[in-house]
């Protein structure tokens, strides 16, 4: 049973355009989350993280949204560039987790 | 710079070998990790590490051990190699125990045949 969702396996967006990348929850006790960026042959990076006391973070193009009522986030990328075609992984964590648990992820293909 | 080597890149192995996957950070962090990725499925944790020899058992341990003699290595062993252990493995390090940013190797895609 995933405790972190993303039922999105691939997303193909226009450069320029925004792209938004969805992450839902299970478990109310996450209250760190993260995104992860991975390319092909590389191992993942960390690209921005959100706490549950927020409900937005920016950085650069990159926004991530936290509605913890719906036990939902997602990540927002404008405008869309061709560099940022990769998988992106969402992460949640918590003070009671000795771990962070990741979704499935979502392969973005940014067309020029 | 964070830097964390994984000692292979590509591997190919028979079924029922002894696999050894050995992972090295620079950075003095304490926490060490190893997961796999399958498509569909995402990073999955193996096995984990707090301190030098210490280890605790992740969602999938099956399989699997650790070894962590000192605190910059983290090494998998895969006792009995499986084809159902080809998968890319990817080591991780972090600072603070849960929630910290964790840093990656570049994996390492494992076929058992």
């Known amino acids: 049973d995933q405790q972190v969702k993303q039922n999105s396996p691939s997303l193909s967006v226009q450069e320029g355009r925004i792209s938004i990348l969805n992450c839902d929850y299970t478990n109310s006790m996450f209250d760190y989350f993260l995104w992860y960026k991975k390319y092909p042959a590389e191992g993942p990076t960390f690209l921005i993280s959100i706490s549950s006391i927020k409900d937005k973070n920016e950085d650069g193009r990159f926004t991530v949204f936290l509605n913890k009522s719906a036990k939902h986030l997602s990540l927002h990328i404008v405008p869309s560039q061709p560099g940022d075609s990769a998988v992106y992984f969402c992460?949640?964590?918590?003070?009671?987790?000795?771990?962070?648990?990741f979704g499935p992820g979502t392969s973005l293909s940014v067309i020029p | 710079d964070v830097k964390v080597t994984q000692s292979s890149r590509y591997l190919v192995k028979r079924t029922g070998e002894k696999v050894f996957l050995e992972c090295v950070q620079d950075m003095d962090h304490e926490n060490m990790f190893w997961y796999r990725q399958d498509p569909g499925l995402g990073l999955r944790l193996i096995y984990f590490?707090?301190?030098?020899?210490?280890?605790e058992k992740g969602d999938i341990p099956e399989g699997y051990s650790v070894s962590r003699e000192k605190k910059e290595r983290f090494s998998l062993i895969l006792e009995s190699a499986s084809t159902n252990q080809t998968s890319m493995y990817l080591c991780?390090?972090?600072?603070?125990?849960?929630?910290?940013?964790?840093?990656f190797g570049p994996g390492t895609r494992l076929l058992v045949l």
């Open positions: 992460a949640a964590s918590g003070t009671s987790y000795d771990k962070v648990i």
């Open positions: 590490s707090y301190d030098v020899k210490m280890k």
């Open positions: 991780a390090s972090s600072l603070v125990r849960a929630g910290e940013t964790q840093y």
